[in-house]
């Protein structure tokens, strides 16, 4: 449970940056935009234990205390993301070794090796005596475990990781044969006849070996899951009824950790999310990450831990938000079931890595656009309170699985084109616009609430996962499956036949051959549209063809393939259709399959839904440069002005949000 009361808000307090007079005017401010919650602590581990073994809580006993009499929530990291520069000296061996074998030095951030017992100890040292003395300090109402697990550290290739690596897999498949088995050792005299003699995938002289770079995966992301259960069980031992969170990053430039296998072990879900400068609809980046993240919660309320208010500093260029956009973005965070929203910081920096990266009180003071933007958020989280604890409805789930993705994007593939977010955000998209309400699946979820699900290139995917899908649409579900689904097993081994391997008999299709198209070449379908980046020679077992190719080596060949599978309907999406095309395909399968939008919207506005006990509560989101009149209960209300819907529709302006309390539905 998130704590407080409700939508919390607030941002990354770093005030062991800044003189103590500064705190004051801190926390005034802080007062003055309604914030109720801020991170503290998570990069103060050099203050706070300035040598081994002795600590100086002095600076943060006055911070946590002139919080919580400004009744302003902390929730106070363990500062374990950035060890000190003595740590290293003591521990050079602790460092972590990239790929190509070059050692890393200290002098920014989590530049350790995950698999360090001199890390391991010291880290729990210094979470051990944070819990101990702040357990019962009333302002700590969350734990904030590390920071952002894996953001620069995901992988060392040291001999202790090596050695860490190894004992993984021996826990795995317990004798050397069967690693043999799993991996395919035979190819390439890559045979092992000792454990010894296993390595992390280091750079080589060509293609590594694709199990034993996915098993790496695997490893690492488990290897750091291992240090946040660490660290929290410090904490619980210390304070047993103060949630612990770690900020995921369901971002599209992180893949690192397999959060299905660390959400579970979150009291409370929270994630980071950065705009790409160079997405021209970063709004639907939003929906997708925010439905992502509920969906890793079981469907209860997140909080966002980091977001930005303005430009970040890490990209090529970095762009500044547009008029209205810093609302947007926050309320749309809402609309997914956030029920806290925070920013990467509370006071922009003047010195260090990030002292371009935007803030809530920016360099130019209160004298600007922003904290104007951050004090009118405030004011309109306060208005939102009673939508805390509501949930998402989808009767759509998409199949998302890091397993799927990493070996999708492992080298010497059919086409290095086809990326697995792409695919995701390509189906993600026409559903956003059409006010589809999604959840996202693990490939074995419980899908007895779904009437539709979509697997976008499930290229790897298990027995257990492929006969949960298509048992679903066996018992009367609808199932579209993408190209390059189904083709690998849990050890990237091929199934053989003929693909999509694992779904082939579900589809009523067989492939004999893959197709990918080159860049920039596309071919014609029946019914005007055009598809790219890959096709396939299917041949139907049973399905029918929806649509076929009218140009190129495949001309004839069926593109988009329909079947009945038991008393459900199976959908076969060989290609990649234009977006015209992909959004009227998706358009008939989720109308045949009985899935309703949330809300017609004129193009532009995004209808999200958030179900509570006694109402429902309609985001509207207007992200076009029109007016746009949407009907709503003649009962509504608008909460963001408190005013009472009275002719049954509501105005949205261009850029603006609305949010609507109606009468719960069925
Ligand atoms: C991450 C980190 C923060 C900060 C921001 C900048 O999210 O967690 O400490 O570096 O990026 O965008």
């Known amino acids: 449970m998130i704590p407080g009361h409700g939508i919390a808000y607030g941002g990354d307090y770093n005030p062991e940056q800044w003189p103590e007079e500064v705190w004051h005017e801190d926390v005034r401010l802080m007062r003055e935009a309604g914030v109720t919650m801020v991170s503290v602590g998570i990069f103060s581990w050099a203050l706070l234990e300035p040598a081994e073994g002795e600590y100086d809580f002095s600076r943060m006993d006055r911070i946590l205390d002139l919080l919580h009499e400004n009744g302003i929530a902390a929730d106070l990291a363990t500062p374990t993301a950035a060890p000190p520069a003595w740590f290293f000296r003591a521990h050079p061996e602790a460092l972590p070794v990239d790929r190509d074998g070059r050692g890393l030095s200290y002098g920014s951030r989590q530049t350790f090796c995950p698999s360090s017992p001199a890390y391991r100890t010291a880290a729990l040292r210094i979470a051990r005596a944070v819990a101990e003395r702040y357990a019962d300090h009333p302002a700590v109402e969350m734990w904030h475990v590390h920071n952002e697990y894996g953001c620069h550290n995901a992988e060392c290739y040291c001999e ?25 050792t035979t190819f390439w005299s890559q045979w092992y006849y000792d454990w010894d003699e296993i390595i992390p995938p280091r750079a080589t002289g060509a293609v590594p070996n694709p199990t034993h770079q996915l098993d790496w995966r695997r490893f690492c992301s488990d290897e750091l899951l291992s240090l946040y259960k660490a660290e929290r069980e410090v904490l619980r031992t210390a304070a047993p009824s103060i949630p612990a969170t770690t900020n995921f990053m369901v971002m599209y430039n992180f893949d690192a950790l397999d959060y299905w296998r660390w959400a579970p072990e979150l009291d409370v879900v929270s994630n980071d999310h950065y705009l790409r400068s160079t997405d021209p609809e970063s709004q639907i980046d939003i929906a997708l990450s925010g439905d992502l993240v509920r969906s890793l919660a079981g469907g209860r309320p997140w909080f966002l831990m980091e977001h930005s208010t303005g430009a970040v500093n890490w990209q090529p260029v970095n762009r500044a938000k547009t008029a209205g956009e810093l609302r947007r973005n926050a309320l749309a965070h809402v609309a997914r079931g956030a029920d806290g929203i925070a920013y990467f910081q509370w006071r922009a920096a003047k010195a260090g890595a990030e002292q371009w990266h935007s803030a809530m009180l920016p360099h130019a003071g209160t004298d600007s656009q922003i904290w104007r933007d951050v004090v009118a958020l405030g004011a309109d989280l306060k208005a939102l309170a009673e939508v805390r604890g509501s949930t998402g409805t989808a ?15 492992l080298p010497s593939q059919p086409s290095e084109q086809v990326r697995y977010l792409d695919q995701i955000r390509s189906w993600y998209e026409p559903l956003w616009r059409a006010g589809i309400a999604v959840d996202f699946v693990r490939p074995d979820a419980d899908l007895s609430a779904y009437r539709l699900v979509l697997a976008p290139s499930l290229y790897l995917v298990d027995e257990a996962g492929a006969a949960n899908l298509t048992s679903f649409a066996e018992a009367g579900g609808t199932l579209a499956v993408g190209f390059h689904s189904g083709a690998v097993d849990e050890n990237s081994h091929v199934r053989l036949g003929g693909y999509p391997g694992a779904f082939r008999h579900a589809l009523g299709v067989r492939t004999d051959e ?64 234009d977006p015209a095309t992909l959004a009227a395909l998706l358009d008939r399968i989720r109308g045949e399959a009985g899935v309703e939008p949330v809300r017609v919207t004129p193009e532009g506005v995004e209808a999200a839904l958030r179900r509570g006990e006694d109402a429902d509560y309609l985001f509207l989101i207007n992200h076009g440069d029109r007016e746009a009149e949407i009907e709503v209960s003649a009962e509504a209300t608008e909460l963001l002005t408190a005013k009472r819907v009275l002719e049954g529709s509501v105005h949205v302006p261009p850029g603006d949000v609305v949010v609507i309390r109606e009468p719960r539905s069925a």
């Open 395 to 409: 009767s759509v789930a998409v199949v998302w699985d890091w397993n799927a993705r990493w070996a999708l994007e």
């Open 514 to 577: 893959l197709f990918p198209l080159l860049p920039g070449e596309s071919v014609e379908l029946s019914g005007g549209g055009t598809a790219s980046l890959w096709s396939e020679r299917v041949a139907l077992a049973g399905a029918e063809a929806v649509t076929s190719y009218t140009s190129g080596p495949l001309t004839g060949v069926p593109a988009v393939t329909r079947h009945t599978h038991g008393t459900g309907t199976t959908w076969y999406v060989a290609t990649q259709p």
């Open 160 to 184: 202790v990781s090596a050695e860490a690596f190894r004992g993984w897999l021996r826990a795995k498949y317990e004798n050397l044969a069967a690693l043999n088995e799993a991996w395919g």
